[in-house]
């Protein structure tokens, strides 16, 4: 399972709101018969990394995020298929 986007505002953070969402997300990810869950995070994202640490994860080596924006993207969309 891919998770697309979490977020605790900063008031609620140290409080296992995120700790108790991501294990609801890891009970979908077991229940529907998922053998991972996987997410990515911004590299100078120092404190989500780290609560990603405490909780366990790890990061895939050999894995690369890309992505397509602005020009690139637009003339991505215009070739059609």
């Not at 709101?17 to 529907?32: D, I, P, Q």
């Given at each position: 399972?891919?998770?697309?986007?979490?977020?605790?505002?900063?008031?609620?953070?140290?409080?296992?709101?995120?700790?108790?969402?991501?294990?609801?997300?890891?009970?979908?990810?077991?229940?529907?018969?998922?053998?991972?869950?996987?997410?990515?995070?911004?590299?100078?994202?120092?404190?989500?990394?780290?609560?990603?640490f405490h909780l366990g994860a790890e990061?895939?080596?050999?894995?690369t995020i890309f992505g397509l924006r602005?020009?690139?993207?637009?003339r991505l969309a215009e070739l059609g298929?």
């Amino acid at each position: 399972m891919f998770l697309e986007d979490l977020f605790v505002r900063a008031a609620a953070r140290g409080r296992g709101v995120g700790r108790g969402l991501l294990a609801r997300v890891a009970r979908a990810a077991k229940e529907r018969g998922c053998g991972r869950l996987e997410w990515s995070t911004l590299d100078w994202n120092e404190p989500a990394i780290r609560f990603y640490f405490h909780l366990g994860a790890e990061p895939h080596e050999g894995s690369t995020i890309f992505g397509l924006r602005g020009e690139a993207l637009s003339r991505l969309a215009e070739l059609g298929g």
